[in-house]
């Protein structure tokens, strides 16, 4: 049964999965730039292999954390929906959620574009 609480839970994991995702594209960001960089100054090419590695690595946690994202997501849509049914589709915590539904439907729609 849906209650508010594994709503407000639903949409903390989402909000904080969204963070991870912005986190990782930033940090891929960053380590692209330290291999240019590296790759510039005629680096060891056994220290730029390695930060290859490392940036390999970041790019591989993109997807991950896009498949965890739609999966919560699908939590959240399906709890609002039990709460729909149920006609507790009121208070902050409803709001909340249908907003933060909708930053990431709006989320996906930009990276897809």
């Given at each position: 049964m849906a209650t508010i609480r594994n709503l407000k839970i639903k949409t903390s994991?989402?909000?904080?999965i969204v963070k991870e995702l912005h986190s990782y594209e930033k940090e891929v960001e960053r380590e692209a730039a330290k291999t240019a960089n590296m790759k510039e100054k005629g680096a060891d090419p056994y220290d730029l292999k390695q930060q290859e590695n490392v940036l390999?690595?970041?790019?591989?946690?993109?997807?991950?954390?896009?498949k965890r994202?739609?999966?919560?997501?699908?939590?959240?849509?399906?709890?609002?929906?039990e709460l729909e049914e149920l006609k507790q589709k009121e208070g902050p915590e409803v709001v909340e959620a249908e907003s933060t539904v909708a930053d990431i439907e709006k989320l996906f729609q930009t990276t897809e574009s």
């Open positions: 994991a989402c909000k904080r390999a690595e970041s790019r591989m946690m993109i997807p991950d954390c896009r994202l739609e999966s919560s997501l699908a939590d959240l849509k399906g709890i609002l929906a």
